[in-house]
């Protein structure tokens, strides 16, 4: 079976500085992993996925993510926190050997920018 | 083009009533999915539909039902309520559910709150 562990419930960051959410997961297969933000009050927002190729993976408002197969992380980066990037940050995959696995999500961190 | 939408927004409900939410996905997007978001277990899996049949099923008790239209927009049912179904109900699509996926598109949720 298929899992992802996001080991932080909370991240705080001072804005300017470099952020780190950490994921890691476990799939018997190839691994399809996503990340997605999601805001107060709204619905899940994708920011980028790898599925294969090049293990730095680019996404949307700066971020990025890199893919590391001997320790089965996807940890999801930024070079320089805004404050707008305050959000809950939930790390997904999917197993890409079956065709008829759904995606699986971790708990989730809230990342807080701090001016 | 219109995102995916969901109604109501916001439900409040009593204690062994039954609930139906509805979600309308993207245009030309075929497979829906359906997510439950909590506070302590982040997003599980619900179902997830693929022109009109149920291609996934996450594990919930059998109260939790959901269906797909030949328009491709779905329903999701929750009979005899309990106070644990308390969450916000997410409802995402995407164009057709091959594991090498189409990032999923999200709604804005669905606030179920049971008194």
């Known amino acids: 079976a298929q899992s992802v562990a996001q080991p932080e419930d909370q991240v705080n960051v001072a804005e300017g500085n470099p952020l780190t959410v950490k994921c890691t997961y476990s799939?018997?297969?190839?691994?399809?992993l996503f990340w997605y933000v999601q805001y107060p009050n709204r619905g899940l927002q994708f920011l980028l996925k790898y599925i294969t190729g090049d293990n730095l993976v680019k996404g949307s408002y700066g971020f990025e993510a890199e893919f590391n197969k001997s320790q089965t992380s996807f940890h999801l980066k930024k070079p320089s926190a805004l404050v707008s990037d305050s959000a809950l940050y939930f790390c997904?995959?999917?197993?890409?050997?079956?065709?008829?696995?759904?995606?699986?999500f971790g708990k989730g961190t809230r990342l807080s920018v701090i001016a | 083009k219109a995102g995916v939408t969901q109604t109501p927004r916001y439900l409040i409900k009593t204690r062994g009533q039954q609930v139906t939410l509805s979600c309308s996905p993207i245009s030309g997007h075929r497979s829906v999915s359906w997510y439950q978001q909590t506070p302590g277990q982040g997003l599980q899996f619900l179902f997830e539909y693929f022109s009109e049949t149920q291609r996934n099923k996450g594990n919930f008790p059998g109260r939790f039902s959901g269906r797909q239209f030949s328009n491709s927009r779905s329903e999701m049912n929750v009979s005899t309520l309990e106070l644990g179904d308390s969450a916000l109900y997410l409802c995402a699509s995407s164009p057709n559910p091959s594991p090498d996926l189409n990032e999923q598109f999200f709604g804005p949720g669905t606030r179920l709150t049971v008194l």
């Open positions: 997904a995959v999917r197993d890409g050997r079956s065709g008829n696995t759904p995606l699986v």
């Open positions: 799939v018997s297969g190839n691994p399809y």
